[in-house]
């Protein structure tokens, strides 16, 4: 039975829409070829931008003799680092709430020093992309290559070169927790593991690479940047801060985006070129990033070697948990959310689901010469999973108890909340034991057990992985805002009844593809009452939508949605007022319903919307004096009482192994999500299954591989593994609800709980099924060479 | 660099979506760089420019080629249908609401490629498996979804098909 016909129903309104599968209205354009992708947009006197990349991963940059390249047919101008400092401000991302972290001033262009191999260093403008591109073979760059740092397990290494000599030293950010009494807990165990867990560096691999139209009007003295992004206010503020314009001068309208994933997030130095180039040229200049060029310029993410330890009583109670995370970020801190999150997460994350008191962390950021790195899809959120994760199921080994059991003990009880986890993170409302029992009745768990054992008789080797998870979804001031960021944690939603009763709504959160612009319109039709398709909602454009933060970190419907539920109550209230005039009756006995005044007590209609639109908006000489109408209003939202709404879940993964050739097959991937509320049952099941393929993806096929030159090596799609239809199971999502009442709505997010599960369910069923070999992976993505060498095979 | 072969021009003509256009063309344009800048039709898009990822998966005379394998000039003569097209004669409108009541895409960007190889697909198989429509897809790249739903969609409508085509002999 598909989710859609449910038909739940939301609060006291009738004909709600809030919990209902839906389909998105914005998506028909997109199944029809007539979406609106940066690269759609034609302008006249367009130019085109390619960039020159450093071929080396850390070199200086003597000079360049781009005669040839300004003589190239088509060519508009050539630009180095010195011309775009003129008018382009550089940035250092630190947040003060990461105390001590260090970064050093990155420019739209390097002026003297290239850090990584695929660093921007020189652009050409042209009347077409392919004219950029064969002027760019013409520049001669004169380049001397400096000794790289690539390799993080050595950036502290004093014979390791310092990138940023200014600094001192390769160490960006240090992060130490101490809890409990972590050494007695670790004397007085049963058992203790440790393993040393190897997450490898990958990347978002946007199907639509990272794009930006940036049009200066001189005549207006205003920017209309067209920008393939999650946060438009945030790129306007950022704009006017590094170009120096108000910020009226700077609109920035993020149409349809093709995926984004964090990736779309960032300040990337290429961007800010060419936002800096059109304004040297007074013209739209289009910088499209090539998927050569996403490779090596996207920012990549984790990267992580954690050395883990866990101390387990005989009883299957844990005792405690030690990690030691190092983890390379490239050779800047990326801007203007800086590179030192992801590391802050899994010392807040690991052990989190679980009861334990006893926890020591210590995590270091380290510069080296490689892509830069920063936050991706569930930040932090798969390492973390997966140390804890990993080490439970060698603890349950050690100990003799079946995984799920050791799990069943320790999960911090649902009548447990509000607590508080040993790293210090505060849950309001989590629902591990129900999950956790939905979960193996869900993929009957006892007899997926017996099958594995009868299959292992015959040489099958099937293995079972589980991964409980939080997640942080709905942040507060408290995740950027308190550093110093300008990145706002508050949306906001303006709503314009129209004279034939239609509602339009704009809203500060974004859509890339989640449904957001769905659910908030859900949430409006349901709140004003007005049929669904009577609301048309605006997002991605700082001109006309209130400020907000965009969507990341799983906000916008949490955020966004409540934002938009206050402004739809508060709409209705004004329409009310205004019918109970027209009718001669006291507001509190009316309600507006799919889209007519009625008599709130029995449903009667009374007048349509439209009428009362036309009397309001044509004819407001009939109506008294003292009554105006505001059929426009305007609501914001933004959690105060907890930092961040942890939602949680629990994930398990069968597979099969073939122990001849290492290789693995998906047989099956559950889910058990719990979200809060939920606005769209299907909307959230798909972000969810979205979010493990690409959890699967780290697990068995994507990193970005590096040279001991800091060269990437499988910079192309070709050889960058994404996962493909083939090798993906099917995968059973189901919910627990746990609103929580920091809203009226109720709702978290659910956009990386598939991410922040899937690694670590995988590899625990891989080291499931290779039990019988005494045989352990714990190193991402797990190869077939990887599963034969633990095996002793190769 | 030979800056003949960069600048050779040449003119085609082909029909696209049914409409005959003549246009003269870098010898080294690629034909969906010809449909998506020279005529407009930015329905097809790029991912990865070596075909890899399937987003620019458009009709060659009936079969699904990558637009970004082929040059303009290879498609002199031919018949080219693009996403645009094919909403147009609504062969494939069935797909396309089963992909929006199954939200079988999020953003949207692989979808008009993904659409073009299950049309196809369902040209040659009526009645394909959960593992045939995955074998299917399997060239065509989708980074939102995690494809189970695609699955679902193409099952869906080949099931509706058959059942309609039963119903009618």
């Not at chain 1, 920035?252 to 300040?267: A, E, L, P, Q």
């Not at chain 1, 009880?413 to 849950?427: C, E, L, Q, T, Y």
């Not at chain 1, 957001?516 to 409006?524: K, L």
């Not at chain 1, 009374?606 to 009554?627: I, K, N």
Request: glycine share 8%; hydrophobic share 40%.
């Amino acid at each position: 039975m598909n989710a859609r016909d449910s038909g739940l129903t939301f609060l006291d309104r009738p004909n709600s829409y809030i919990g209902r599968s839906v389909p998105r209205p914005n998506a028909r354009r997109l199944v029809m070829g007539r979406g609106t992708y940066v690269d759609d947009i034609r302008l006249p006197r367009l130019a085109h931008i390619a960039f020159l990349r450093s071929p080396h991963a850390h070199a200086k940059i003597r000079g360049f003799n781009l005669d040839a390249a300004k003589a190239a047919p088509g060519v508009i101008g050539v630009f180095t680092g010195a011309d775009l400092a003129k008018v382009c401000t550089p940035w250092v991302a630190v947040l003060s709430h990461f105390k001590g972290l260090k970064s050093a001033p990155q420019y739209a262009l390097p002026l003297d020093r290239a850090c990584w191999t695929g660093e921007a260093i020189c652009a050409v403008v042209a009347e077409t992309r392919a004219q950029a591109e064969d002027a760019i073979a013409l520049i001669e760059a004169d380049l001397d290559p400096l000794p790289a740092a690539v390799d993080m397990e050595a950036a502290l290494d004093p014979s390791t070169p310092v990138i940023h000599p200014e600094l001192g030293d390769n160490l960006a950010f240090e992060r130490t927790l101490d809890v409990g009494d972590v050494d007695t807990a670790f004397r007085n165990a049963a058992a203790v593991v440790e393993q040393t867990f190897q997450i490898g560096r990958h990347t978002g691999v946007t199907l639509e690479p990272r794009a930006i139209l940036a049009d200066w009007n001189d005549g207006e003295e205003k920017f209309t940047i067209y920008h393939s992004f999650q946060a438009p206010h945030m790129m306007q503020d950022i704009v006017c801060k590094h170009l120096d314009l108000p910020e009226a001068s700077v609109r920035v309208v993020c149409k349809d985006v093709g995926g984004s994933f964090g990736i779309k997030v960032h300040i990337y130095p290429d961007e800010m070129a060419t936002v800096a180039i059109a304004k040297i040229l007074k013209r739209p200049v289009k910088f499209i990033a090539d998927r050569m060029e996403s490779f090596v310029s996207d920012i990549h993410a984790r990267d992580h070697r954690v050395k883990g330890k866990m101390a387990i009583a005989a009883d299957g109670e844990i005792l405690g948990f030690e990690i030691d995370d190092l983890t390379g970020i490239g050779p800047y801190s990326v801007y203007p959310r800086t590179s030192a999150v992801e590391a802050n997460q899994v010392v807040n994350l690991t052990g989190g689901p679980y009861r334990h008191k006893n926890y020591r962390a210590r995590a270091r950021v380290v510069f080296q010469n490689k892509v830069p790195m920063c936050q991706y899809r569930a930040v932090g959120h798969p390492i973390a999973v997966m140390v804890t994760e990993g080490l439970i199921d060698l603890a349950a080994a050690a100990i003799k108890m079946d995984p799920a059991k050791v799990r069943e003990k320790n999960v911090i009880a649902d009548d447990a909340h509000p607590s508080v986890a040993a790293s210090g993170i505060k849950f309001e409302k989590l629902s591990h034991q129900q999950s956790l029992k939905k979960l193996l009745s869900m993929m009957d768990y006892d007899s997926l057990r017996k099958e594995q054992a009868e299959l292992r008789k015959k040489g099958i080797h099937r293995g079972i992985g589980i991964a409980t998870f939080i997640e942080i979804t709905n942040p507060s001031a408290a995740f950027y805002g308190v550093g110093g960021a300008r990145i706002s944690s508050q949306d906001g939603c303006t709503l314009r009844l129209n004279p034939q009763g239609g509602v339009i709504a704009s809203i500060g959160v974004t859509e890339q593809g989640q449904g957001t612009e769905a659910v908030i319109a859900q949430v409006v039709a349901t709140a004003v009452g007005v049929p669904l398709s009577d609301v048309r909602v605006i997002t991605g454009d700082t001109d006309t939508t209130p400020y907000g933060g965009g969507t990341w970190a799983c906000r916008a419907a949490g955020i966004g949605g409540e934002a938009a539920w206050q402004s739809g109550k508060a709409l209705r209230e004004n329409i009310l007022e205004v019918a109970g005039v027209i009718l001669q009756a006291a507001p509190g006995t009316l309600d507006v319903r799919d889209g007519k005044i009625v008599d709130k007590a029995n449903g009667n209609e009374r007048m349509p919307l439209a009428e009362l639109g036309r009397v309001a908006y044509f004819r407001p000489d009939t109506l008294p004096a003292d009554l105006k109408p505001e059929f426009v209003v305007t609501r914001h939202y933004v959690p105060k009482d907890y930092p961040f709404a942890f939602t949680n879940g629990i994930q398990a993964s069968y597979l099969e192994v073939d122990t001849d050739t290492g290789f693995v097959k998906l047989l099956k991937h559950w889910c058990v999500e719990d979200c809060g509320t939920v606005l769209n049952p299907q909307l959230v099941d798909e972000q969810v299954r979205g979010g493990i393929v690409q959890g699967i993806g780290a697990a068995l096929f994507e990193v970005c591989r590096y040279d001991e030159n800091g060269q990437m090596l499988n910079a192309t799609m070709a050889d960058y593994l994404v996962p493909m239809a083939s090798e993906m199971p099917d995968i059973d999502v189901t919910h627990v609800v746990s609103p929580t009442a920091s809203s009226e709505l109720g709702a978290k997010g659910a956009g990386e709980a598939g991410t922040a599960g899937a690694p670590a369910a995988v590899v625990n069923a891989i080291n499931d099924a290779l039990s019988p070999f005494k045989a352990n992976v714990a190193a991402q993505p797990v190869t077939p060479q990887d599963i034969l060498k633990a095996m002793g095979k190769v | 660099m030979n800056r003949q072969a960069t600048n050779l021009e040449r003119n085609i003509t082909l029909t696209v979506n049914g409409e005959r256009v003549t246009r003269s063309v870098a010898a080294r344009m690629h034909l969906v760089d010809f449909l998506r800048e020279t005529l407009g039709l930015t329905g097809s898009h790029l991912g990865c420019e070596h075909g890899v990822c399937g987003a620019c998966t458009i009709r060659v005379d009936g079969l699904t080629v990558r637009g970004c394998l082929m040059l303009a000039v290879q498609a002199d003569g031919a018949t080219v249908e693009t996403i645009e097209g094919l909403t147009d004669s609504s062969k494939a409108a069935d797909l396309q609401e089963e992909f929006l009541n199954r939200n079988a895409l999020q953003c949207g960007y692989c979808t008009p490629g993904m659409l073009m190889t299950a049309v196809e697909l369902l040209d040659r198989n009526a009645k394909p498996t959960r593992e045939e429509i995955r074998d299917a897809i399997s060239g065509n790249y989708c980074r939102c979804t995690g494809y189970h739903a695609i699955v679902d969609a193409i099952e869906t409508v080949a099931k509706s098909r058959s059942s309609k085509k039963g119903t009618a002999s």
